[in-house]
T-cell receptor, first 111, second 114 residues
Framework: SQQGEEDPQALSIQEGENATMNCSYK?????LQWYRQNSGRGLVHLIL?????REKHSGRLRVTLDTSKKSSSLLITASRAADTASYFC???????????FGAGTRLFVKA | GAGVSQSPRYKVAKRGQDVALRCDPI?????LFWYQQALGQGPEFLTY????????KSGLPSDRFFAERPEGSVSTLKIQRTQQEDSAVYLC????????????FGPGTRLLVL
């Protein structure tokens, strides 16, 4: 019943390479957020992009949002071994409080 | 406090037992969310509080699940007559304002029902 879908499900890259993860959703949203989760830990908020924004940057992170395609991408540049984690997109329906997470992309960065 | 805390961190229950999971949100945060996360999956929304008001409980899987936040701060998620399918990590998150802006997550309670 999760609204968001990420792809790929898993991604393995070398340190220094860029990692791109995609997210698709189904309904109109107020905003879209990306979270990171290390194994066995809680989620950490990375970045929020509003429905009227198309691109946002934060450090090595770049997020894009295409509301016409109902999709978003997260780019991590110059990846580090410490970026190894699961990454989730989360959306909230317009007019609602419910936050919907996707199944996540598991990123493994090899040193 | 420094962040969202949850207790217990781990809970083993026998099938049919009732459990209570506690969440201490960041002081002053208006919004509080509960999620259920199965292994290898993303968090699934259970319920949302704005202060003491439970505004959305559409994600609670059955009437065995009950949540409260009586004074608008600490929240408790209670599961009655636990079943094996209730085994999961239960995450609590809070945010400063109403709605689902940046959420701060606790470490979760890992529930195992035998």
């Amino acid at each position: 019943s999760q609204q968001g879908e990420e792809d790929p499900q898993a991604l393995s890259i070398q340190e220094g390479e860029n990692a791109t993860m995609n997210c698709s959703y189904k309904t109109s949203i107020n905003n879209l957020q990306w979270y990171r989760q290390n194994s066995g830990r809680g989620l950490v908020h990375l970045i929020l992009i509003r429905s009227n924004e198309r691109e946002k940057h934060s450090g090595r992170l770049r997020v894009t949002l295409d509301t016409s395609k109902k999709s978003s991408s997260l780019l991590i540049t110059a990846s580090r071994a410490a970026d190894t984690a699961s990454y989730f997109c989360a959306t909230d329906k317009t007019g609602g409080f419910k936050t919907i997470f996707g199944a996540g992309t598991r990123l493994f960065v090899k040193a | 406090g420094a962040g969202v805390s949850q207790s217990p961190r781990y809970k083993v229950a026998k099938r049919g037992q009732d459990v209570a999971l506690r969440c201490d949100p960041i002081s002053g945060h208006v919004s509080l969310f509960w999620y259920q996360q199965a292994l290898g999956q993303g968090p699934e929304f259970l319920t949302y509080f704005q202060n003491e008001a439970q505004l959305d409980k559409s994600g609670l899987p059955s009437d065995r699940f009950f949540a409260e936040r009586p004074e608008g701060s600490v929240s408790t998620l209670k599961i009655q007559r636990t079943q094996q399918e209730d085994s999961a990590v239960y995450l609590c998150a809070s945010s400063l304002e109403a709605g689902s802006e940046t959420q701060y997550f606790g470490p979760g309670t890992r529930l195992l029902v035998l």
